[in-house]
C-alpha cells in the first residue's frame, strides 16, 4: 500500500516562528503536494512539485516555501508563521502519469499563538 | 478553469438507506475523477478512481460513474451504515501537468 507520512499530527508554534512540515511518501512518486483545509473553503492548494528539486506555487503560496531534495521527501516551510496560517495542512502524492490516483497523508493540524 | 461543485453540502439519512452523492464538473476534457472520504481531523482517502475512458467502478457498498459529456459523476453508497459518516469530495484530473481539481465535499450523516 502506499503510504504518505506526514512528521507531526499536531504542532503549537509562536508567531514570527520557523515551522518546518515534513512529507514523505514511499512509492516513488514523482509528483507531490501541500494543502491547506479550512472550514468553508475546502481544501486549497500550497504548493506542488513534479520533481526532485522542481516546485510550482498554487493558489496561496504567499507566506510558504518548499523543499524538494530528494524524491519521496517534500517539505513546506513558513518562515514567519503567523496566527492565519493556523490550519490543518495535508500532504499528497502521485505518479508522473495523467492517469495516476493521488494519495493524502493522515494530516497536520497546526496552531499558531 | 475547471470548476467543481458538490451538492449537497451537508446530508442526512436513516441506516440503511441507499444514498447518491453528486459531483459537477465544467471542463469536460478531464483524464480521471476520484471520490475521497474524509473523516473529522484526519487525511483524505482515496474511494474510487474513474479513468475517462470508464462509465463505472465499485468497491463493496460504493458505486461511482462518470459522465463526461455531461460533467457529472455520482457516488452511490448502497444500505448506508453509520459508520459510513464522514465528508466525501470529488477531484478531477485535467491534461497536462496540472494538479487535481476539488471539490468543497458533502457531509454526509447516517443516522441509527
Known amino acids: 500500500d502506499v503510504k504518505v507520512t506526514q512528521s507531526s499530527r499536531y504542532l503549537v508554534k509562536r508567531t514570527g516562528e520557523k515551522v518546518f512540515l515534513e512529507c514523505v511518501q514511499d512509492?516513488?512518486?514523482?509528483?507531490m503536494f501541500w494543502y491547506r483545509q479550512d472550514p468553508g473553503l475546502g481544501l486549497r492548494l500550497i504548493y506542488f512539485?513534479?520533481?526532485?528539486?522542481?516546485?510550482e506555487k498554487g493558489d496561496i503560496p504567499e507566506g510558504y516555501s518548499v523543499s524538494r531534495e530528494k524524491k519521496e521527501r517534500f517539505s513546506l516551510i513558513l518562515e514567519s508563521a503567523s496566527t492565519n496560517q493556523t490550519s490543518m495542512y495535508l500532504c499528497?502524492?502521485?505518479?508522473?502519469?495523467?492517469?495516476?490516483?493521488?494519495?493524502f497523508g493522515e494530516g497536520s493540524r497546526l496552531t499558531v499563538l | 478553469k475547471q470548476e467543481v461543485t458538490q451538492i449537497p453540502a451537508a446530508l442526512s439519512v436513516p441506516e440503511g438507506e441507499n444514498l447518491v452523492l453528486n459531483c459537477s464538473f465544467t471542463?469536460?476534457?478531464?483524464?480521471?475523477l476520484q471520490w475521497f472520504r474524509q473523516d473529522p481531523g484526519k487525511g483524505l482517502t482515496s474511494l474510487l478512481l474513474?479513468?475517462?475512458?470508464?462509465r463505472e467502478q465499485t468497491s463493496g457498498r460504493l458505486n461511482a460513474s462518470l459522465d463526461k459529456s455531461s460533467g457529472r459523476s455520482t457516488l452511490y453508497i448502497a444500505a448506508s451504515q453509520p459508520g459510513d459518516s464522514a465528508t466525501y469530495l470529488c477531484a478531477v484530473k485535467n491534461s497536462g501537468n496540472t494538479p487535481l481539481v476539488f471539490g468543497k465535499g458533502t457531509r454526509l450523516s447516517v443516522i441509527a
Open positions: 512539485s513534479y520533481d526532485v528539486k522542481m516546485k
Open positions: 512509492m516513488d512518486h514523482e509528483n
Open positions: 471542463d469536460s476534457a478531464i483524464y480521471n
Open positions: 499528497a502524492s502521485r505518479t508522473g502519469q495523467n492517469t495516476g490516483e493521488l494519495f
Open positions: 474513474i479513468q475517462s475512458s470508464q
